[in-house]
């Protein structure tokens, strides 16, 4: 079982940045794929962004592409999703989950273990 605790949430104006961490409770995380997803106000949740267990691969919905970068740090246990040139249109609860063994990315059923979720907020 893998617990994962999402942070870094905020109020922000549009064009500005923020980072959010996702802290898992224990090494075996550094084995699973990672993946950020969102969800706003009356939408579906959808996907952000995806890397791989060896941070060599990352992937990101065409939304966010060129303006969000997910990385981890498997030292730590963490993954960080990068997000700048913030628009109004990113505001949603951001949450980072874990791809399960052998399941394509992007897809929210493949994701096994999610954290609680942080909220984004982005004023115009």
């Known amino acids: 079982q893998v617990q994962l605790v999402d942070s870094g949430g905020g109020m922000v104006q549009a064009g500005e940045s923020l980072r959010l961490s996702c802290a898992a409770s224990?090494?075996?995380?550094?084995?699973?794929?990672m993946g950020w997803f969102r969800q706003a106000p009356g939408k579906e949740r959808e996907f952000v962004a995806d890397?791989?267990?060896?941070?060599?691969?990352?992937y990101y919905a065409d939304s966010v592409k060129g303006r969000f970068t997910i990385s981890r740090d498997n030292a730590k246990n963490t993954v960080y999703l990068q997000m700048n040139s913030l628009k109004p249109e990113d505001t949603a609860v951001y949450y980072c989950?874990?791809?399960?063994?052998?399941?394509?990315?992007?897809?929210?059923?493949?994701?096994?273990?999610w954290g609680q979720g942080t909220q984004v907020t982005v004023s115009s």
């Open positions: 989950a874990a791809r399960l063994r052998g399941q394509a990315m992007g897809i929210r059923a493949a994701y096994g273990y």
């Open positions: 224990d090494r075996t995380s550094s084995t699973y794929a």
């Open positions: 890397i791989t267990w060896s941070g060599g691969s990352t």
